[in-house]
């Protein structure tokens, strides 16, 4: 960029917030960095923005979920595809499903982790329960360093709602859904916003058990979804991926990830410069081509029009990784212009 090559510089935050200002700190003071990339997920991005809002620097987050409601930093830009209203924008796609069903659900069981993500999707999902007239019969936080979720799902079982929503970090994604496997959760809708079930290493360590569960997502390969270059993109990051020990599908963090330097790259490039309030103001006020499609920001830093997808996993036999490749897989349910398929229903069926 400008004629200079880019270095990342980064440190491992070991996913632990605590760590996150003294890193951030390191990077501004001593390694005298240009351009501010977040780290990965709401947890880690909240205790950055203290450390580099008073310097004015622009942050370009990935996958934050409604961090700019509490500071309102005017150069702050999420890649999150969950719009402006990301806290209910989250899950309203999961209740839109619901609502439509016949004969009508009723009643809803929400439970989530104590973080700073769960707690916000939690808090969204429940008023988008209550605003499309669901009764909410069961609701519960579970502390981030739970490893037995059968108690909280005999509670669920024993609250016997139509609905089960989750919000959830990738280790209580996984535990929570060989709970609802071995309990036999008899709900008629299940999942919600349980992070991780996206991922390779999870998918085919969880294999039929995910069948006919609901969650978000931002790429499947589906027809109904194009993308210019982000075939080519994921054809180049999964033989790097294969070797080097990441997520062997890539298909729902490194895409943003890449779109989220290409807006900075595009700003940087246009306004000429490192001017931080130069850079912030561009991105502010244009699109940007990326691999995950035309972005533009909303004043808050989200993204102008969300595209939050309800995917549910149909047709998963073992655990072979190559299955989730094709299409048929992950089904997209929501939104209808990018519907690729029906839902299964009930879950428990």
Same mark, same amino acid.
Request: with cysteine; proline share 7%.
């Given at each position: 960029?400008?004629?200079?090559?880019?270095?990342? %510089?980064?440190? &491992?935050?070991?996913?632990?917030?605590?760590?996150?200002?003294?890193?951030?700190?390191?990077?501004?003071?001593? &390694?005298?960095?240009?351009?501010?990339?977040?780290?990965?997920? +709401?947890?880690? +991005?909240?205790?950055?923005?203290? %450390? %580099?809002?008073?310097?004015?620097?622009?942050?370009?987050?990935?996958?934050?979920?409604?961090?700019?409601?509490?500071?309102?930093?005017?150069?702050?830009?999420?890649?999150?595809?969950?719009?402006? &209203?990301?806290?209910?924008?989250?899950?309203?796609?999961?209740?839109?499903?619901?609502?439509?069903?016949?004969?009508?659900?009723? +009643? %809803?069981?929400?439970?989530?982790? &104590? +973080?700073d993500f769960a707690k916000k999707a939690a808090e969204g999902a429940h008023d988008n329960a209550i605003a499309m007239g669901f009764q909410i019969v069961y609701e519960r936080s579970y502390p981030p360093t739970t490893v037995d979720f059968n108690p909280i799902i005999r509670g669920v079982q024993a609250a016997n709602p139509d609905i089960v929503y989750v919000a959830s970090y990738p280790l209580d994604s996984v535990g929570i859904v060989r709970a609802a496997n071995e309990i036999k959760l008899k709900a008629k809708l299940f999942g919600g916003n349980m992070v991780g079930l996206q991922y390779a290493a999870l998918k085919t360590q969880l294999g039929a058990q995910l069948n006919n569960i609901v969650v978000h997502d931002f790429y499947v390969p589906e027809p109904t979804l194009h993308f210019s270059g982000i075939e080519e993109f994921l054809n180049r990051y999964q033989i790097k991926a294969t070797s080097g020990g990441m997520d062997e599908l890539g298909y729902f963090v490194p895409p943003f990830a890449y779109a989220n330097l290409q807006v900075l790259g595009q700003a940087v490039a246009a306004v000429g410069s490192l001017d931080q309030k130069k850079i912030g103001d561009y991105i502010r006020s244009n699109s940007f081509t990326t691999v995950v499609g035309d972005v533009k920001y909303a004043p808050n830093g989200e993204w102008a029009r969300p595209r939050v997808l309800m995917v549910q996993f149909q047709n998963i036999e073992g655990n072979n990784l190559g299955q989730f490749r094709k299409p048929g897989t992950q089904v997209i349910i929501n939104p209808k212009e990018l519907a690729s398929g029906a839902l299964r229903f009930p879950y428990s069926q």
């Open positions: 960029m400008l004629g200079r090559d880019v270095e990342l %510089v980064y440190y &491992d935050d070991q996913s632990n917030p605590a760590l996150v200002p003294a890193i951030y700190a390191k990077l501004r003071d001593v &390694d005298k960095i240009d351009l501010v990339i977040s780290s990965y997920g +709401t947890n880690m +991005t909240m205790p950055v923005m203290p %450390v %580099v809002i008073p310097k004015n620097r622009v942050v370009m987050s990935l996958f934050a979920l409604a961090v700019n409601d509490e500071f309102k930093y005017p150069y702050y830009f999420s890649m999150f595809p969950a719009g402006s &209203d990301g806290i209910h924008e989250i899950s309203r796609g999961f209740f839109e499903i619901a609502k439509e069903q016949r004969p009508a659900l009723r +009643t %809803v069981c929400i439970i989530g982790a &104590d +973080t």
